[in-house]
């Protein structure tokens, strides 16, 4: 008799592949709003991730991947600042996009690349 044994290898998605998931549901969110792609930046540490331009006017698209049970909506209001100060000189507006991502099987389970996955992003949220 033969006994085997397989372990269910789990490809839970680090930070950069959460924040690259969050960009690409962001960045389709903006080509459906019409938006036209000047930069895009997936450096974690880098922002904006989008420079993006609609009706000759220059936008600055923030966008973070918030791990349940966090609340994607709520952002680093001085951090913000900083970056709306920033794009003030260059006369664009500033967005904060918060997506939401969680465990479709369970919320306390990390995000899986071979389970679905939920997505709670309520759209762009002007920093003013």
Known sequence: MIWAFYSIVMAILNKQQLHQLAMNIVGKELENQGFEFLT?????????QFVVLRNKKLHFVIVRAIEYPNQPNDYDKEFLTKVKNHADQYNAKTYYAGVGLANNSDYELPVDSDENYVV?????????
């Open 40 to 48: 895009v930046n997936s450096v974690m540490a880098k922002n904006p």
């Open 120 to 128: 709670n992003f309520s759209g762009l949220i002007e920093i003013n």
